[in-house]
């Protein structure tokens, strides 16, 4: 199999990001998310604290969630999307990836071998993982969920012109409540396998 990129956009609470990563154990690629934060502060010359002192004041916990890459002004936010975005083509030239958000699916939209992934569930699933897989109490995991969502989908439309739910950008849309994270990962790596085995 030639080397392929696969960008996951998720709703918050979807367990998106586990099942990411357990694909990346499947499939033996390598797996970004925040790590990116990483790269591009070493870009910028910053360090993760001053990355992440553009972030909300509570640099830990849920609020870092909502605004993974700050809440400063437009300008400031655009530079850090251009590194960002530039981080990103990089590390899925260099290598098979799984790439979680970041508008991903946007930047990569263009590359040979990209596979886009929505990942979503039923609002009661969601609600469900937050409490039990995330620790959150319903309240919290309520507020959350509205939250996250909306910050996502400004991001993503402001940088994708799309929202990451859009599809006509997706190659594949699947609610992670049905097998939870283990089958969904499973059944998506198959489904990754078989797609680029084809396209060689």
Same mark, same amino acid.
């Given at each position: 199999? $030639?080397?392929? #990129?696969?960008?996951? #956009?998720?709703?918050?609470?979807?367990? +998106?990001?586990? =099942?990411?990563?357990?694909?990346?154990?499947?499939?033996?690629?390598?797996?970004?998310?925040?790590?990116?934060?990483?790269?591009?502060?070493?870009?910028?010359?910053?360090?993760?604290?001053?990355?992440?002192?553009?972030?909300?004041?509570?640099?830990?916990?849920?609020?870092?969630?909502?605004?993974?890459?700050?809440?400063?002004? $437009?300008?400031?936010?655009?530079?850090?999307?251009?590194?960002?975005?530039?981080?990103?083509?990089?590390?899925?030239?260099?290598?098979?990836?799984?790439?979680? +958000?970041?508008?991903?699916? $946007?930047?990569?939209?263009?590359?040979?071998?990209?596979?886009? =992934?929505?990942?979503?569930?039923?609002?009661?699933?969601? !609600?469900?993982?937050?409490?039990?897989? !995330? +620790?959150?109490?319903?309240?919290?995991?309520?507020?959350?969920?509205?939250?996250?969502?909306?910050?996502?989908?400004?991001?993503?439309?402001?940088?994708?012109?799309?929202?990451?739910?859009?599809? $006509?950008?997706?190659?594949?849309?699947?609610? #992670?409540?049905?097998? +939870?994270?283990?089958?969904?990962?499973?059944?998506? #790596?198959?489904?990754?396998?078989?797609?680029?085995?084809?396209?060689?």
């Amino acid at each position: 199999m $030639n080397k392929f #990129s696969i960008s996951i #956009s998720r709703q918050f609470g979807s367990l +998106g990001r586990p =099942i990411a990563k357990k694909m990346s154990e499947i499939l033996n690629i390598e797996y970004f998310d925040r790590d990116i934060v990483d790269l591009v502060a070493k870009k910028m010359g910053l360090t993760v604290k001053e990355i992440s002192d553009l972030e909300e004041t509570v640099a830990t916990g849920w609020a870092r969630m909502k605004n993974p890459f700050g809440s400063e002004t $437009n300008e400031i936010q655009d530079q850090i999307f251009k590194v960002q975005a530039q981080t990103i083509r990089e590390l899925a030239e260099k290598q098979s990836c799984i790439i979680v +958000g970041r508008c991903a699916d $946007n930047i990569l939209e263009d590359a040979k071998n990209n596979f886009n =992934i929505h990942i979503y569930a039923p609002y009661e699933d969601r !609600l469900l993982n937050c409490v039990n897989e !995330l +620790g959150m109490t319903s309240k919290e995991a309520k507020k959350m969920i509205v939250e996250v969502d909306k910050v996502r989908d400004a991001y993503h439309m402001r940088y994708a012109k799309y929202y990451p739910n859009d599809k $006509n950008h997706m190659d594949l849309m699947i609610n #992670s409540a049905l097998l +939870g994270v283990e089958g969904t990962a499973e059944l998506l #790596s198959d489904i990754v396998k078989k797609y680029f085995i084809k396209a060689v």
